[in-house]
């Protein structure tokens, strides 16, 4: 039997439930993300670092809400906050005490959180980050880089996927770039060319800390550094768009991490505990555009407009303060960076046991995986960053997922998160999993 024989045959409840589904949802999905051939597996219920499918199977998750989970699936915590928050009332349309105190913990754990101002998302967080920069700095054009991913606002899809001067979307006029710079990562020449020629025009510069799509091609040691200088030099705000290594990294973010300070920050997943929410935090002398004033000269031609009826919802409050609670001692860090060190470890292990060419990386609890690619020993080898670029979609991508599935592991095929309860059996399961997986796949004639 074929490995996506295999595959229907276990998931076969996912199936039938796909079959329907791609009858209400566009191919049958609500996240680009979640699309895989012949059909997702559709999951009932999560625990801890495990959740089990419609049918019934175990699988070690590497997903983890996409990032969001640093204390794995269904904290008792967490429950125990949302649970009594529901009791209370989920959308009062007032101020209320847990929005004080969700943002007094981002103030106390995110350096430069002066001010902090609520989202729904991370791509509302980046909108409001961008819109901020170009107000305070009365400059229009942002720079961003090649592969980093900032949400789905008309002008980040700009340099997400090459070509990197097409959009990531159809739907969106060309006319929305005219402001937008795409830079190559790792080549501070071509900044210090760009602000030569376009400094006083550049409001920002945003990108994801750790390198584009959550690490994938990571930043050399030092350009982060040299970048920081430049801005300040042309001044130019420095965007940190930390959705996703937010309190993930370290309690502080990218920032405490890199010991790098950003002018705004951008925040989405961890800080919500894996329910819908976002942030902004920056300066007062920034943030403060957003607030009320009785100078007249402060009236709505020259305010920064923000509503949003979601901002600081009452559940996602209760959530994030359960969440940010557990986050700022550090623990949770500390173990799920441990935990992947010692994945990536075996991972490479299983490269070379299996002949197979490529490697797995990382930085603190998310990591990656190259394949045909092999050489690797530090990140400064990801000055050649263009091959890393595309992620493996396609036929190996999806026969990828089909394979570490039937082992009981759900692991994207370019990487994924860990939780700071992840074990070392399921390390262990996982690692053992993706050796046979690349073995699986050389016998089909995917892999060499």
Known sequence: MSLAEQYQEKFRRSGELYTKASEVFPSGVTHDARFMRPFPVYVERAQGSHKWTVEGHELIDYWTGHG?????????????????????????????????KWGQLV????????????TSSGTEATLMAIRLARAFTGRKVIVKFASHFHGWHDIMTAGVHPPYDVPDSVGIPEEVFQNVRVAPPNEIDFLEKLFAEEGQKVAAVILEPTGGTWGTTPFIPGFLEQLRQLCTDHGVLLIFDEVITGFRLAPGGAQEYFNIDADLCCFAKVLAGGLPGGAVTGPKEIMDLIAYS???????????????????NPLSAAAGIAMLEQIKGGEPSRLANAATKYL???????????????FAYGEGSMFHMAFGLSGYESKQDFVNWRPLMEVPFGRF????????LLEGVDMLPMGGWLSAVHSCEDLDRSIEAFEKTLRTLKNEGILE
């Not at 103030?107 to 609520?118: D, I, N, T, W, Y």
């Not at 009785?294 to 901002?311: A, I, L, V």
Request: charged share 25%; proline share 5%; net charge positive.
């Open 294 to 312: 009785d100078d007249p000269k402060r009236n709505r031609f020259n305010k920064f407009s923000h509503p949003g009826t979601y901002n600081a």
């Open 397 to 404: 991508g999806d026969a990828f997922r089909q394979a570490m």
């Open 344 to 358: 990536i470890d075996g991972l490479n292990q299983a490269f070379k046991a299996t002949g197979v060419k490529g």
């Open 107 to 118: 103030k106390e754990l995110v350096p430069g959180a002066e001010r902090v101002r609520f």
């Open 68 to 100: 969001s989970l640093m204390l794995g699936h269904s904290h008792p915590d967490l429950v125990s906050a949302v649970s009594e928050q529901v009791r209370k009332g989920t959308h009062y349309g007032a101020n209320h005490e847990n929005e004080l």
